[in-house]
């Protein structure tokens, strides 16, 4: 399915946040390994969060769920999947690396997979991190990347970790941590990617009543004499859905407020809202609602995103309307995600008239007259989103394979008619 957007100008509306991903994820993975049943309120169910879900069914956890809450059946941190067992998470980068330490819980081994963009994804640096704690790693085609079998046990002790591709392989240990035979001391050799992350996981750990000392983000120590209890779990609304009706004020002009938000949230995503007050954008915080209104001409600026990566894309459109070049660094891991997100952006910026430069870890975008095109979000949901805000923008911009948003944001395209009328 294709969509093409029309030029919209001085927009006013409020929608609501969708439920985050990160928070949807953690908790159910949490929630599997505690001692009873556990309910998930308003939780995210869309690609992504439900190969999780089935996942943890194919593990042989008992899971229900309704449009507002799912329960899972916890399994005091003893899986009993079965021999044989395959978990095909798609291109759910989360959903496999979570589960990857989780299934040293499992009786006989499980096998995890992916599609193809998946098994070019690497994994070594959380396999590598395993086999020293204990588990057994064959990998069925290339080293590191998946498909891969895990055995063996979570054994515990000292480990060390290199979390500068994705801050998800230092969660994955930590979730599991509490079940190990002897306490995880984990040091972590570089600094980690998208470090945010690991607050959302320590937030949902202790909320189901793990314990964790830290020394900043270079060393956790979890206890295994505090494990999961069940709960009833809200999850908060989620700012990288948001940020595109945020962009969406300060490209096209007008106001966006966007509700279900924690103004004091984890989320390192909340850093995109800095970069829009910088480049001439009023944002006003209320009680459960965030406003973005631009008050001046667009400036560009030069921003590190390390802490919020999945903002990055739409902090590039925005950049692509503003006044002056805009430099986003800190943006390495963007190669590793369900696209190359920085050669992506960069190929269909340059598209639709832009003038874009990047390197391995930066980007660089300077003012251009830009024009309507076809844009190819190469399967990523990521890309489809902030192109479409931009397209709103410019006028003229048809979106390729829109179901791609279906990973993380289902209701994306329905909220978008809704919104510009």
């Known amino acids: 399915m294709n969509y093409s957007l029309p030029r919209i100008r001085d927009l006013d509306f409020s929608v609501a946040a969708p439920p985050s991903k990160s928070y949807t994820h953690r908790a159910f993975v949490t929630a599997a390994l505690a001692n009873k049943e556990s309910t998930i309120r308003f939780p995210l169910l869309a690609d992504d969060t439900l190969l999780t879900m089935q996942a943890l069914t194919r593990l042989g956890v008992p899971v229900t769920h309704t449009a507002e809450r799912v329960t899972i059946s916890g399994c005091d941190g003893q899986f009993d999947a079965g021999k044989n067992t395959v978990l095909d998470l798609g291109n759910s980068g989360t959903s496999l690396r979570l589960l990857t330490t989780?299934?040293?819980?499992?009786?006989?081994?499980?096998?995890?997979?992916?599609?193809?963009?998946?098994?070019?994804?690497?994994?070594?640096?959380?396999?590598?991190?395993?086999r020293t704690l204990g588990g057994q790693i064959t990998f069925l085609h290339d080293e590191g990347y998946p498909p891969f079998t895990v055995s063996g046990s979570l054994s515990g002790g000292p480990a060390t970790i290199d979390g500068s591709v994705s801050s998800q392989f230092i969660s994955s240990i930590l979730i599991a941590a509490p079940y190990a035979a002897r306490e995880i001391d984990l040091v972590v050799s570089t600094p980690p990617a998208s470090r945010s992350y690991l607050d959302i996981t320590l937030e949902v750990m202790r909320a189901?009543?793990?314990?964790?000392?830290?020394?900043?983000?270079?060393?956790?120590?979890?206890?295994?004499?505090?494990?999961?209890?069940?709960?009833?779990?809200a999850?908060?609304?989620?700012?990288?859905?948001?940020?595109?009706?945020?962009?969406?004020?300060?490209?096209?002009?007008?106001?966006?407020t966007v509700t279900r938000l924690n103004p004091a949230s984890a989320q390192g995503d909340r850093a995109f809202l800095d970069a829009l007050?910088?480049?001439?954008?009023?944002?006003?915080?209320?009680?459960?609602?965030?406003?973005?209104e631009r008050i001046i001409p667009l400036k560009g600026i030069t921003v590190d995103m390390s802490a919020a990566p999945d903002t990055v894309q739409t902090l590039c459109m925005v950049a692509a309307v503003a006044g002056t070049p805009t430099t986003i660094t800190g943006i390495s891991h963007l190669k590793f995600k369900e696209s190359d997100r920085i050669l992506g952006t960069a190929e269909n910026l340059r598209r639709l008239g832009g003038d874009v430069t990047c390197g391995n870890d930066w980007i660089t975008i300077r003012p251009a007259p830009l024009h309507g095109g076809t844009i190819d979000p190469f399967a990523d949901h990521r890309t489809a989103m902030s192109f479409a805000v931009l397209g709103l923008g410019i006028g003229g911009v048809t979106i390729l394979d829109t179901d791609c948003v279906t990973k993380s944001f289902p209701a994306f395209w329905d909220i978008l008619k809704g919104v510009t009328g």
Do not use: W
Request: aromatic residues 10%; positive net charge.
């Open 102 to 130: 989780l299934a040293l819980l499992a009786r006989d081994p499980v096998t995890l997979t992916g599609n193809a963009r998946m098994q070019k994804r690497p994994i070594g640096h959380l396999t590598d991190t395993l």
């Open 208 to 233: 189901f009543g793990a314990e964790i000392t830290r020394q900043a983000y270079t060393q956790f120590r979890v206890s295994t004499h505090h494990r999961y209890e069940s709960r009833s779990y």
């Open 235 to 256: 999850i908060e609304g989620d700012y990288s859905s948001a940020s595109y009706f945020f962009a969406m004020a300060a490209i096209c002009g007008g106001k966006s």
């Open 277 to 292: 007050t910088r480049m001439g954008c009023s944002v006003r915080y209320d009680k459960d609602a965030v406003s973005v």
